[in-house]
């Protein structure tokens, strides 16, 4: 099984991405900075493994607390808390674990600060376990919606690396595999990052999975000579109303696939779902820096001052999902009331 992430006796253990699929080398955090490095520079990414990672952030600077009063406490708390936040800002799951460690620390704040450590460690580390639980729960359900014989196509990475392991939309293609269903996956390189070309190829060679990589602009034609059965991917932030946040690219394959009656399916886990973000318009889309377009692998590929513009999100609006697969359900329009339904059941 892939690592992505794990609390190894005073420190955070990551699976470095940033150097698959040529090096598997593991990332030691010693310190909170570390793990807001890390998530900055995308050695951990994908909405679940970033929440995890910001988790063990929190229980790893706090271990280090050496104040006493529970005032100084919660200042030392809220700047680890702080620091994390700023680090990337679309994925919803960063901002949601931070909440959860919040109320654990509330919690067990007057207890005393060696109790503190030891619950913020122990719900960290429960979060990665949640949220693997919860990638075999969606598998589970939504591996029907994979036939035998099945071609599909999915984008970025939103496997055992984006997630404490197992993967989403990627969980989903696990699951069905599993079942002995005979499929065939069409892996989007998705650049600039190119986490489907250096990730998800990864993952699916390391199952046995049959994959095929493409070049993002092979999607359309493949769809429009009917090659293409299902699209499934993952979610950075899914709003209120369904519409979904996910790596930049989504959203001209949803249309496509509109466009080539292939069903479009999002898996996510409901730590995903912000329902404080009533619609898509209203999720903030990170930009990264240029030299992520400008070069590949440290070689330029484009002349000296080219400007550029790299939204690493685009927004899919719900009329293009067929259904929202999570661990507690599958959302079916309208989703403004069967989003609702998965936190109620
Ligand atoms: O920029 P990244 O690599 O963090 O973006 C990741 C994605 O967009 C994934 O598709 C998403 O987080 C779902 S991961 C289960």
Redesign the pocket.
């Known amino acids: 099984m892939i690592k992505t992430i794990r609390w190894v006796d005073d420190a955070v253990v990551m699976i470095d991405q940033r150097v698959l699929p040529h090096r598997e080398e593991y990332l030691t955090c010693r310190d909170y900075q570390d793990v807001v490095s890390a998530i900055k520079t995308?050695a951990i990414?994908?909405?679940?493994a970033?929440g995890i990672a910001a988790a063990m952030g929190i229980a790893l600077g706090f271990s280090a607390v050496s104040v006493h009063t529970e005032k100084d406490q919660k200042t030392y708390f809220c700047r680890i808390c702080d620091d994390l936040s700023k680090t990337r800002p679309t994925?919803v799951n960063l901002f949601w674990a931070i909440e959860r460690m919040k109320r654990c620390f509330e919690k067990s704040l007057p207890s005393g600060v060696d109790s503190v450590k030891k619950a913020l460690k122990e719900e960290a580390i429960k979060i990665c376990r949640e949220d693997i639980e919860a990638n075999r729960e969606m598998g589970r359900r939504g591996r029907d919606f994979i036939k035998d014989g099945a071609s599909i196509l999915t984008?970025?990475?939103?496997g055992a690396l984006?997630?404490g392991g197992y993967?989403?939309?990627l969980g989903v293609i696990r699951a069905a595999r599993e079942e002995g269903k005979n499929i065939h996956v069409f892996v989007d390189e998705t650049r600039p990052?190119l986490?489907g070309a250096r990730l998800t190829a990864w993952e699916l060679k390391k199952e046995n999975i049959p994959a095929t990589l493409i070049v993002d602009n092979v999607a359309g034609s493949l769809m429009r000579e009917g090659r293409i059965d299902l699209v499934i991917?993952?979610?950075?932030r899914i709003a209120a109303n369904g519409d979904t946040a996910?790596?930049i690219g989504t959203y001209p394959l949803a249309v496509l696939a509109a466009e080539n009656n292939v069903p479009f399916y999002v898996a996510?886990p409901t730590s995903t779902i912000d329902r404080g973000v009533r619609h898509g318009d209203d999720i903030p889309i990170e930009e990264r820096s240029a030299d992520e377009v400008l070069g590949v692998y440290g070689t330029k590929i484009a002349p000296d001052r080219t400007v550029v513009f790299n939204p690493?999100?685009d927004v899919t609006p719900n009329r293009y999902i067929k259904a929202i697969i999570t661990e507690t359900g599958v959302a079916t329009p309208p989703f403004d009331e069967s989003i609702d339904k998965l936190f109620h059941d």
């Open positions: 995308m990414r994908g909405a679940p970033v994925a984008h970025c990475n939103a984006a997630t993967g989403t939309a990052v986490q991917v993952g979610a950075d996910n790596k996510a690493a999100f």
